[in-house]
């Protein structure tokens, strides 16, 4: 038996321009790998540049080729060893995760299981937050968007972006801070997310000024490699700080881990679902929960595995793009998705002829 791994490129415009603090795009690329064996094929995906797809087909589906569809940390080894030299971190790293992702979905679809019954379930159900608030947005828009979450979902948490233009737009951030603390009221909790914008007492400060707005959770208040500074943040001010999106390897979480309140993990970035679980070890060794940054549907089978799990990313462009390719996607609604017990693997499929539009490798 041969496991047989191929990829593709999907590149699809967002529905308005995006943007946080640090950066602005107009398009999300989704690298999506089929992993199949004897006839059954699983899906993984990761989001990246397009490329990623060429490391999947030129670099790991070599070396798995010949290994057992069952043994995934056999397949994971060979894959992690096969990239060495070409640097785990970036797209390497993305396509190692999407690949990892893909044969945990292989494996649970021929053992005739839901994706999170062969992990084992921790939980029912995997508390979301809705995640969007672009700092390209106007004041109607982010309006909209948070009312829909907080009151017509009741999506009980959500966030939006601050730190606008590298942190030079303090008195618009916190205007709009205001403005998502008016449409949520206050029975919703308020997320921020500066993407790294600010400067360590710049970042406090801001905290500061927005003191009566109860924000709960501080992303990335200073870049994440700032782990120093992430800590003298967290020591100041009341939000939870939290940071990790960019971790691609064990180690970085082992580093980051005394620095913040909360370890952020990504499925399609961190080594797939295999160092997910390892990650979310590691944070629970330093007594830290983890949150699942973005890709919502790739994550809610590990998240549910996870017992020092907060809770997973809804975000807007992910959630968007996840539910015009696939079928079979979840609803956010009443802020926790309940764990698929009936439908084999990820309980996903592929809409091969609507997704055949974006298609770019
Ligand atoms: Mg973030």
């Not at 679809?109 to 939980?123: I, T």
């Not at 948070?146 to 606008?164: D, N, S, T, Y």
């Amino acid at each position: 038996m041969k496991i047989d791994l191929s990829a593709r490129a999907y590149t699809v415009p967002t529905d308005f321009p995006e943007a946080d603090g640090t950066l602005a795009w107009t398009s999300t690329t989704i690298v999506i790998v089929r992993a199949g064996a004897d006839g059954v094929d699983g899906l993984g995906w990761t989001y990246g540049p397009a490329a990623t797809a060429s490391v999947v087909m030129e670099m790991l589906a070599p070396v798995v080729a010949d290994l057992d569809p069952g043994d995934v940390p056999a397949a994971w080894s060979a894959m992690a060893r096969g990239i060495r030299n070409a640097g785990r971190p970036g797209i390497a790293g993305l396509a190692l995760s999407a690949a990892d992702n893909a044969l945990w979905d292989l494996k649970a679809r021929r053992c005739e299981l839901p994706l999170a019954r062969l992990l084992g379930a921790a939980r029912g159900a995997v508390p979301v937050y809705g995640s969007g608030g672009f700092t390209s947005y106007d004041a109607e828009r982010q309006h909209r968007q948070l009312a829909h979450w907080a009151h017509e979902l009741g999506i009980p948490r959500v966030k939006i972006k601050i730190g606008e233009s590298w942190g030079r737009r303090e008195d618009r951030d916190l205007e709009r801070m205001t403005a998502a603390r008016r449409t949520i009221g206050d029975g919703t909790e308020l997320f921020v997310d500066a993407n790294g914008a600010y400067q360590r007492k710049q970042a406090v400060r801001l905290a500061r000024r927005a003191a009566d707005l109860d924000v709960r959770w501080f992303e990335e208040p200073v870049s994440s490699d700032d782990l120093r500074g992430l800590g003298l943040v967290r020591d100041l001010v009341p939000a939870d700080v939290a940071a990790g999106e960019y971790g691609y390897d064990l180690v970085y979480f082992e580093r980051m881990a005394p620095y913040v309140d909360c370890l952020q993990v990504d499925v399609t970035r961190c080594g797939g679902i295999s160092e997910f679980l390892r990650a979310a070890a590691v944070a629970a060794a330093h007594g830290l929960q983890v949150s699942g940054h973005c890709a919502p549907h790739q994550h809610l089978a590990v998240a549910a595995a996870v017992p020092n799990l907060r809770h997973l990313e809804w975000f807007h462009d992910h959630a968007r793009i996840e539910s015009m390719l696939f079928e079979g996607t979840a609803s956010p609604e009443g802020g926790e998705v309940p764990i698929d017990r009936a439908t084999p693997g990820n309980g996903l499929t592929l809409k091969e002829e609507d997704a055949a539009r974006w298609r770019t490798a």
